[in-house]
């Protein structure tokens, strides 16, 4: 079979991102029986989102949020391949042919509305392959046929009359999943209006069907979860650990309300009214020094107040941090990367270099753990991204008072995960582990932190 490609441009908008329509038609498409590669061409990481959006992490790089949006929709693991960073149309066509995967029937591509002229692209793959082996689709809020696509998506609840020499599909204004958009686009026929001028015709398949499982998650006695972070007002800046919070829920058949807290609002004195009520914290990822005595408060208050807690990357250097200060007594306790005179770095930097630790890595965990009693195993893949780990000339007084390493890469020399006895749930892991969950394998951390917090609802 000839390679096809089908293109997307568009502007992104609140509920749909360009991103999660190629992926709900990249699962569609797959529903169908053909297999699908994804990749994303934009002038800069999460260049068309606002500041302050999530990376992601796929393979040896830190990309754009979008490809975790095309994994998690479509089920599958992309490479380094599938995000194309440049301003040069000339290098994008380059790499384009190189990341190409002509293994796969289907090759999706997004084009960022910040790349000057996205047609150029297109029309160039169409003299490459063919006219009938490319097929574009504009996502806009009208029908606007300057860029000659050959399906408009329109974010209406109104059919528009077909007066244009175009596909029209419609995207609701309002979306209560948007793992419910698969078989909303099949519904309606989109998925075979590509497939048919691709000159493909559908195949019988087994795939999970988003929208049975989305209907079944229960409405009532939710599982109460906060995420303490520090750029709570952008949707995207922990959209995988939601998303991950929400794969493992579904796997349980628990319904879970997700409470995001600002870490900036968290001190000692509001903590016990902050945190009332709340089944299970999570403390995220992230870089900067923005809001880090909330982080280190609201550590202090979840461990001493036996509320399961998931550290998350900084989430575990924080924990770190919290206990260094308020258990062995190193008051002055801190991360290099917010304080480089500290007499007690207890988070230092990964190495000489100061150079990042980025991509997948494989990790060692320790008998009679949590982490092998989750994991069910002791050699796992994560994938990391992150300057600084935790100093290791303090892990003894650590683990003589209870906060003990149970995984480690060996290979680059870093303690990978902490877990404190005599705690519900206390655990921190230096890697990402929300970057490997999807709907149709929720990653078990994820679910043992929400049965945990099941545990301690219970409980009350």
Do not use: W
Request: charged share 25%; glycine share 4%; hydrophobic share 35%.
């Amino acid at each position: 079979m000839n390679n096809k490609f089908i293109f997307f441009t568009g502007k992104q908008n609140k509920l749909y991102r360009t991103s999660t329509v190629l992926a709900s038609l990249g699962y569609a498409i797959k529903m169908k029986g053909y297999s699908v590669n994804a990749i994303k061409i934009e002038t800069e990481v999460n260049s068309d989102s606002q500041a302050h959006s999530e990376s992601y992490i796929i393979d040896n790089i830190s990309t754009s949020f979008d490809l975790g949006i095309y994994e998690r929709l479509m089920s599958m693991n992309l490479s380094s391949k599938s995000s194309i960073i440049s301003k040069s149309n000339e290098d994008i066509l380059n790499r384009l042919n190189e990341s190409v995967d002509k293994s796969k029937d289907i090759n999706l591509i997004e084009i960022s509305s910040t790349i000057e002229d996205p047609l150029e692209i297109i029309n160039e793959f169409r003299t490459m392959y063919g006219f009938d082996s490319v097929y574009h689709i504009h996502i806009d809020s009208k029908v606007d046929l300057d860029l000659i696509p050959n399906m408009v998506m329109v974010r209406t609840d109104v059919k528009l009359s077909k007066d244009y020499n175009t596909d029209i599909a419609y995207l609701p204004r309002s979306l209560d999943n948007i793992y419910l958009l698969p078989s909303i686009l099949e519904n309606q026929g989109t998925t075979n209006v590509c497939l048919s001028y691709l000159g493909l015709q559908p195949k019988p398949t087994k795939l999970l069907n988003y929208g049975e499982l989305i209907r079944m998650i229960p409405k009532r006695s939710k599982v109460k979860l906060a995420i303490v972070g520090r750029f709570t007002s952008n949707k995207y800046a922990y959209l995988s650990v939601e998303e991950a919070l929400l794969h493992a829920s579904l796997a349980l058949n628990k319904a879970i309300d997700i409470k995001y807290i600002e870490a900036q609002s968290v001190n000692k004195d509001n903590a016990k009214d902050v945190f009332k009520g709340i089944n299970g914290v999570i403390l995220p990822g992230g870089f900067g020094s923005k809001g880090l005595s909330g982080l280190i408060d609201s550590a202090e208050y979840l461990r001493t107040h036996n509320i399961p807690t998931f550290g998350i990357c900084l989430g575990m250097q924080i924990e770190s941090i919290e206990f260094a200060r308020n258990v062995l007594h190193l008051k002055d306790a801190n991360s290099m990367e917010f304080n480089d005179k500290t007499k007690n770095p207890v988070i230092d930097y990964c190495n000489i270099n100061k150079l990042p630790n980025v991509g997948l890595n494989d990790i060692k965990i320790k008998d009679q753990s949590l982490l092998k009693k989750i994991y069910e195993k002791t050699l796992i893949k994560e994938r990391h991204v992150h300057i600084f780990k935790l100093n290791q000339k303090y892990l003894p007084q650590f683990t003589s008072s209870g906060f003990v390493e149970t995984a480690r890469d060996n290979k680059n020399n870093i303690v990978e995960a902490l877990e404190l006895n005599n705690h519900s749930y206390y655990l921190g892991v230096q890697y990402h582990p929300e970057c490997l969950s999807r709907i149709d394998g929720p990653h078990p951390l994820f679910v043992s932190f929400i049965k945990a917090a099941l545990k301690k609802k219970e409980e009350k």
